[in-house]
């Protein structure tokens, strides 16, 4: 039998490769006209509390950004820099070429899985066209709950949608937003992903003092959940 029922992912950086933000945000800043560099400063100061849903809509939410700028854009160029923010963030956002393969496998067992992610409102509108949305059984969503990991809320909420206990649940991700540190606290397993590739991974509040297991592979998550030795170094 599988070590654990479920097994609930982060997304940016482990179900996806590494997010880094490109030349899309630069248009938005120009559509919103605002100097990109402050505007890209102002969107990584503020990335909690636009991602717990503070300011509201994309747009009222890019009108505070603007305004710590000192930029006033009308209403139009706000509803054209959201469609562009969407476009963007779906530009950036690259499955791991193991998120399939190994959600599959995970279900092949009889595990089920869930992504619990840190995201502002694009996340939700694209996960449903990514290939792994038909493989999970939960989403859900910082920007819907109203709190951030590492919030115990998010978990939870997780676990009663699965209608699991903490316990039962392996919990995986990067470590951004403390997150593995907020699921052991939870009462969940954790295992980081540290994939060469998240060297230049966008990231905020990492769990830089993690000493619990650590994966080199998205992939050698089904491993761990078979309960399998891994090699020396992997798990620590």
Request: proline fraction near 6%.
């Amino acid at each position: 039998m599988p070590r654990f029922r479920a097994v609930l992912f982060d997304f940016f950086g482990t179900l996806t490769g590494p997010v880094q933000r490109g030349a899309g945000h630069l248009s938005i800043a120009e559509l919103l006209g605002c100097p990109p560099d402050i505007f890209l400063k102002v969107l990584d100061s503020s990335f909690y509390d636009r991602a717990s849903g503070r300011f509201g809509s994309v747009e009222a939410s890019l009108r505070w950004v603007c305004a710590q700028v000192g930029v006033h854009p009308p209403a139009t160029a706000l509803r054209a820099a959201a469609a562009a923010r969407h476009q963007a963030i779906r530009a950036e956002t690259r499955l791991r070429d193991e998120a399939v393969p190994t959600l599959r496998a995970l279900r092949r067992r009889g595990v089920r899985t869930g992504v619990i992610s840190d995201c502002t409102h694009e996340l939700p509108l694209l996960l449903p066209e990514l290939a792994v949305a038909r493989l999970l059984d939960v989403q859900v969503f910082s920007v819907q709950v109203g709190r951030c990991k590492p919030d115990t809320a998010l978990y939870l909420d997780a676990c009663a949608r699965l209608g699991l206990s903490p316990q039962d649940c392996l919990y995986v991700g990067d470590g951004g937003s403390q997150e593995l540190t907020g699921a052991q606290r939870t009462g969940m397993s954790a295992a980081r992903l540290a994939a060469p590739d998240l060297v230049d991974h966008l990231v905020f509040n990492l769990d830089v003092e993690w000493v619990g297991r650590t994966l080199a592979s998205l992939s050698e998550v089904v491993d761990l959940v078979d309960g399998v030795p891994s090699p020396v170094g992997a798990l620590r």
